[in-house]
């Protein structure tokens, strides 16, 4: 099955700076590529998303590349501000609609602190 | 708020017993899909269900099962609990049969405490 290593487990930024978190996917197959945003004691709540037939997407601060030949991905955050702390996790799937609806498999989560 | 209904909230229990977590999606969501989430697990697929057929199991433990009902809710029926079963369980929604077409939406979480 499908494996997601998501890295680093805690990060550290000071507030207004970029933050960057990693993840690795091992199923060639997976086309879909998520991104949650965790607070505590909350649900997860997606932020973006991301298929296979785009390398990179942006929403506002926010924004998601994909690089499918080395099966990775990462989450960018511009300018953060103290709301963006969280946890935050990536995930992978290779489902589509008529067959392989496996769920989504998470990465284990990055500690997203915004130092004031 | 997400539409996604769970039943219980906080749910105590001792070992060997058993439970069972409600999910309602949200209107119009075919698809129920459950996770667990320990501290050192993070989020754990369990199971799917797309209109009342189940469509893929992840790391679902024999001691636990799901059902999803003719009016599209969902149970997770949990037994001979361990210590080790407490933790966050989440359900999700989508309208579709698969993540790639349809983005899973959460709902709050049961925790479950097992003494």
């Known amino acids: 099955g499908e494996n997601v290593e998501q890295h680093p487990s805690t990060l550290s930024v000071q507030e207004g700076d970029s933050a960057v978190i990693k993840c690795t996917y091992s199923?060639?197959?997976?086309?879909?590529f998520p991104w949650y945003k965790q607070e505590l004691g909350k649900r997860p709540q997606l932020i973006i998303d991301?298929?296979?037939?785009?390398g990179e997407k942006k929403d506002q601060r926010i924004a998601v590349t994909l690089n499918k030949t080395a099966k990775h991905f990462s989450l960018h955050i511009t300018e953060t501000q103290p709301e963006d702390s969280a946890v935050y996790f990536c995930?992978?799937?290779?489902?589509?609609?008529?067959?392989?609806?496996?769920?989504?498999?998470f990465g284990k989560g990055t500690h997203l602190i915004i130092q004031p | 708020d997400s539409g996604v209904t769970q039943t219980p909230k906080h749910l105590i229990t001792a070992t060997g017993q058993r439970v069972t977590l409600r999910c309602s999606p949200r209107?119009?969501?075919?698809?129920v899909y459950w996770y667990q989430q320990s501290l050192d697990q993070g989020l754990q697929f369990l199971i799917h269900?797309?209109?009342?057929?189940?469509?893929a199991k992840g790391n679902i433990l024999e001691r636990f099962s799901a059902q999803q009902f003719p009016d599209l809710h969902s149970e997770l029926n949990l037994s001979s609990l361990e210590l080790g079963d407490s933790a966050l369980y989440f359900c999700a929604s989508s309208v579709g049969s698969a993540p790639y077409n349809s983005p899973l939406h959460f709902g709050n979480g049961t925790r479950l405490t097992v003494t």
């Open positions: 199923d060639s197959a997976s086309n879909y």
């Open positions: 991301i298929r296979s037939n785009v």
């Open positions: 995930a992978a799937s290779n489902g589509h609609a008529g067959g392989g609806a496996d769920g989504l498999t």
């Open positions: 209107s119009g969501d075919l698809s």
């Open positions: 269900y797309y209109n009342g057929e189940e469509r």
